[in-house]
């Protein structure tokens, strides 16, 4: 089975703090994504990448850099945390496919910065 | 553009009575892929079904069904005779062929009452 995990389920932080959010996948995916969801908004994606080292932006990358040092590993960063990045942050990961492969989803992070 | 409309914000329905769950997408692209997702309480999105442009038959699993229509734009989940744990958000998501990402609905927030 394809596992999927994120860090912490529950981070509280101040404003203008770094916060690092990890994913990490266990099934050699090539592509891994960060999304972020709020009531009513559904999923966003906020990067995505497909390699070591590459990434995509996605719809809402601002306020955000991610890292990718290692094929299993997907790293969020918040480089200034503000209020109105509150949320709940969800890490998938697939296999190169062009869209028709599943991608599989951790169990996310909600993050309250105060 | 890519859109996927889910209409219905949140359902409600006595158990054993059946549900149906809207989704209705835009795209262009003549190749594309259309996904249901189930997010119970815990957090995790849980993949239920993956259909492709060129198949239009519906599937069934269990008390799980899926109807896709291509003249509609709509690929509907209906779950007979509900039961408390399909209590859950569902999302409905699209993804086209050349682009990695998918195309998130908002969601509808199934509640079975017992």
């Known amino acids: 089975d394809v596992k999927v995990t994120q860090s912490s389920r529950y981070l509280v932080k101040r404003t203008g703090e770094k916060v690092f959010l990890e994913c990490v996948q266990d099934m050699d995916h090539e592509n891994m994504f960060w999304y972020r969801q709020d009531p009513g908004l559904g999923l966003r994606l906020i990067y995505f990448?497909?390699?070591?080292?590459?990434?995509e932006k996605g719809d809402i990358p601002e306020g955000y850099s991610v890292s990718r040092e290692k094929k299993e590993r997907f790293s969020l960063i918040l480089e200034s945390a503000s209020t109105n990045q509150t949320s709940m942050y969800l890490c998938?990961?697939?296999?190169?496919?062009?869209?028709?492969?599943?991608?599989?989803f951790g169990p996310g992070t909600r993050l309250l910065v105060l | 553009a890519q859109k996927v409309t889910q209409a219905q914000t949140e359902i409600s329905v006595v158990e054993k009575e059946d549900v149906t769950l809207d989704c209705v997408y835009e795209?262009?692209?003549?190749?594309?892929?259309l996904f249901w997702y189930k997010q119970p309480p815990s957090g995790e999105l849980v993949f239920l079904i993956r259909r492709n442009s060129f198949d239009e038959q519906n599937e069934i699993s269990g008390r799980y069904s899926w109807n896709f229509q291509k003249s509609t734009s709509s690929f509907n989940f209906t779950i007979t005779a509900s039961q408390v744990v399909d209590s859950a958000v569902y999302f409905c998501a699209l993804g086209n062929f050349g682009n990695e990402k998918l195309t998130f609905g908002t969601g509808t927030r199934l509640t079975i009452i017992p």
């Open positions: 998938a990961s697939s296999v190169a496919g062009q869209a028709r492969e599943t991608q599989y």
């Open positions: 795209t262009r692209d003549t190749t594309y892929y």
């Open positions: 990448s497909y390699d070591v080292k590459m990434k």
